[in-house]
């Protein structure tokens, strides 16, 4: 569990109080007359059913972490410079659901050629190819810095631009808390270990190349683009399921359903790193409440409380092809590629708990080097506060709250100021289109009905991304 100083804890008091005011101040000027509305700092404008981020810069850095040491609880990295369309989310992503949420069907979808691609380089399959029969410092599934989430308080980068969008006016402020400073190794040997970092199997994957400087060591990217037909208008090609999950029928497919209890009570995983490295993954019980010895099918039945589940790949990091990974953890790739689409059934019922993260159910992706190396210990083991990305989809930010945020938390990171309706009774189908041909990034809630099949065609995705909606753009 991560510690802090009082005299740390109010500074960080006083920072968020400071950015609340500044956030009061130029909202409410900024919202239509009659739709503001502000609880517990945040700011909420109109229900929509569709948001669509824009201007993304395609490029920035963050610290990538290359070693974890285990007896001192320290971690070092080294200033990794990324590009390409809708970077950093083009990297390796992870679905995160926090309770209280049913999870009823998972789709994750890449472009046709990608996945044909990916299927003529699988050899072998395993266990959860297919079965029939169980956020980073916002997102603590045990409490690990409940201290601070209980005052509302959020550590981000120094100097991080947050933006907030209403009615089509932005309003801005400059976060200018640093937190526990990253650190840059200085060892070269240990900067090397990251040239093969990027992972083949997919034909968007960033191509990575070295940079070394002694006080400095860098690693650079940049995205090919993708092999299918492209244009201003986007893919003109079929999307083709790679991975599924269906709670009805116990289906998993292309799936690794994972928690956070590595290394306890005889769990495969690890707890080396302790405090400072915080929990690390573990496979998933079938109710997603404790632990398992390998992999088990997410049950029929809704995810509790303050219980945090994830969804990686079925392919094992032991392919070496995930760069660094928390040693002796469980680890499975995530989702690469500047053009890939997470299709969602789910509801979110209404417990009218208030304990902590009570009846705050959450969707989100991760960058899927956070929950590989420590998502809920010391800062400078995740590449999170430097910004390597984490996407909101629908996150309840307040107990029994009825309305689901968005955020980008990135460089520069924003999040609309627009809401979806919680689903609290009957269930949603929602789409999430990384749409690197578009240079956008689309949250979608669609009619009912929608399958999930093992092809999506290309115009019927496409219409989804130009379909009219809320539009946030980012302030690069």
């Given at each position: 569990?991560?510690?802090?100083?009082?005299?740390?804890?109010?500074?960080?008091?006083?920072?968020?109080?400071?950015?609340?005011?500044?956030?009061?101040?130029?909202?409410?000027?900024?919202?239509?007359?009659?739709?503001?509305?502000?609880?517990?700092?945040?700011?909420?404008?109109?229900?929509?059913?569709?948001?669509?981020?824009?201007?993304?810069?395609?490029?920035?850095?963050?610290?990538?972490?290359?070693?974890?040491?285990?007896?001192?609880?320290?971690?070092?990295?080294?200033?990794?410079?990324?590009?390409?369309?809708?970077?950093?989310?083009?990297?390796?992503?992870?679905?995160?659901?926090?309770?209280?949420?049913?999870?009823?069907?998972?789709?994750?979808?890449?472009?046709?050629?990608?996945?044909t691609a990916n299927k003529k380089r699988t050899n072998k399959a395993s266990f959860h190819d297919r079965n029939?029969?169980?956020?980073?410092?916002?997102?603590?599934?045990?409490?690990?810095?409940?201290?601070?989430?209980?005052?509302?308080?959020?550590?981000?980068?120094?100097?991080?631009?947050?933006?907030?969008?209403?009615?089509?006016?932005?309003?801005?402020?400059?976060?200018?808390?640093?937190?526990?400073?990253?650190?840059?190794?200085?060892?070269?040997?240990?900067?090397?270990?990251?040239?093969?970092?990027?992972?083949?199997?997919?034909?968007?994957?960033?191509?990575?190349?070295?940079?070394?400087?002694?006080?400095?060591?860098?690693?650079?990217?940049?995205?090919?683009?993708?092999?299918?037909?492209?244009?201003?208008?986007?893919?003109?090609?079929?999307?083709?399921?790679?991975?599924?999950?269906?709670?009805?029928?116990?289906?998993?497919?292309?799936?690794?359903?994972?928690?956070?209890?590595?290394?306890?009570?005889?769990?495969?995983?690890?707890?080396?790193?302790?405090?400072?490295?915080?929990?690390?993954?573990?496979?998933?019980?079938?109710?997603?409440?404790?632990?398992?010895?390998?992999?088990?099918?997410?049950?029929?039945?809704?995810?509790?409380?303050?219980?945090?589940?994830?969804?990686?790949?079925?392919?094992?990091?032991?392919?070496?092809?995930?760069?660094?990974?928390?040693?002796?953890?469980?680890?499975?790739?995530?989702?690469?590629?500047?053009?890939?689409?997470?299709?969602?059934?789910?509801?979110?019922?209404?417990?009218?708990?208030?304990?902590?993260?009570?009846?705050?159910?959450?969707?989100?992706?991760?960058?899927?080097?956070?929950?590989?190396?420590?998502?809920?210990?010391?800062?400078?083991?995740?590449?999170?506060?430097?910004?390597?990305?984490?996407?909101?989809?629908?996150?309840?930010?307040?107990?029994?709250?009825?309305?689901?945020?968005?955020?980008?938390?990135?460089?520069?990171?924003?999040?609309?100021?627009?809401?979806?309706?919680?689903?609290?009774?009957?269930?949603?189908?929602?789409?999430?289109?990384?749409?690197?041909?578009?240079?956008?990034?689309?949250?979608?809630?669609?009619?009912?009905?929608?399958?999930?099949?093992?092809?999506?065609?290309?115009?019927?995705?496409?219409?989804?991304?130009?379909?009219?909606?809320?539009?946030?753009?980012?302030?690069?």
């Amino acid at each position: 569990m991560r510690s802090f100083s009082v005299a740390s804890t109010a500074v960080m008091v006083a920072v968020v109080i400071f950015l609340n005011n500044v956030l009061d101040g130029v909202t409410a000027l900024a919202c239509a007359a009659g739709t503001a509305e502000e609880i517990a700092g945040n700011w909420y404008c109109s229900d929509v059913r569709a948001i669509t981020y824009t201007n993304f810069p395609g490029h920035g850095s963050y610290n990538k972490i290359t070693n974890m040491d285990a007896s001192s609880g320290t971690c070092s990295s080294v200033r990794y410079n990324y590009s390409g369309s809708l970077a950093p989310l083009n990297e390796e992503l992870s679905l995160h659901i926090r309770g209280p949420t049913w999870l009823k069907q998972v789709a994750i979808y890449m472009p046709d050629t990608v996945t044909t691609a990916n299927k003529k380089r699988t050899n072998k399959a395993s266990f959860h190819d297919r079965n029939h029969g169980g956020h980073q410092y916002l997102h603590n599934r045990h409490g690990n810095v409940k201290e601070i989430q209980q005052d509302n308080l959020v550590n981000r980068a120094a100097a991080e631009l947050i933006s907030a969008t209403i009615d089509g006016q932005l309003a801005s402020w400059t976060n200018m808390y640093t937190g526990p400073g990253p650190s840059l190794a200085t060892d070269t040997a240990a900067a090397l270990v990251m040239m093969a970092v990027s992972d083949d199997s997919n034909t968007s994957t960033p191509e990575t190349t070295m940079e070394v400087d002694a006080q400095n060591p860098t690693i650079s990217s940049s995205s090919a683009a993708l092999p299918s037909a492209t244009s201003s208008q986007g893919r003109s090609g079929n999307w083709a399921r790679q991975a599924y999950y269906n709670a009805a029928s116990g289906t998993a497919e292309g799936i690794t359903i994972l928690n956070h209890f590595g290394g306890t009570d005889g769990i495969p995983g690890t707890s080396a790193g302790g405090p400072a490295f915080g929990v690390s993954l573990s496979y998933a019980s079938p109710n997603g409440q404790s632990g398992a010895a390998s992999p088990q099918i997410l049950s029929n039945t809704m995810i509790e409380d303050d219980t945090e589940v994830i969804i990686m790949s079925n392919r094992s990091c032991e392919d070496g092809g995930c760069g660094y990974t928390r040693p002796g953890g469980v680890a499975y790739h995530g989702f690469s590629g500047s053009e890939k689409l997470f299709l969602l059934e789910f509801s979110m019922p209404i417990t009218n708990s208030s304990a902590f993260n009570g009846d705050m159910p959450a969707i989100w992706l991760l960058n899927a080097q956070i929950p590989l190396t420590s998502q809920y210990g010391n800062p400078d083991c995740s590449c999170w506060t430097s910004g390597c990305g984490e996407f909101d989809l629908f996150e309840v930010l307040d107990h029994g709250d009825f309305r689901c945020k968005s955020t980008l938390h990135m460089a520069p990171a924003g999040g609309s100021s627009d809401w979806f309706a919680r689903p609290s009774s009957d269930s949603i189908i929602a789409a999430v289109v990384i749409a690197g041909a578009n240079e956008e990034a689309a949250i979608r809630v669609l009619d009912e009905g929608q399958s999930f099949n093992e092809i999506l065609n290309g115009s019927v995705v496409n219409g989804w991304v130009k379909e009219q909606s809320s539009v946030f753009a980012l302030e690069s």
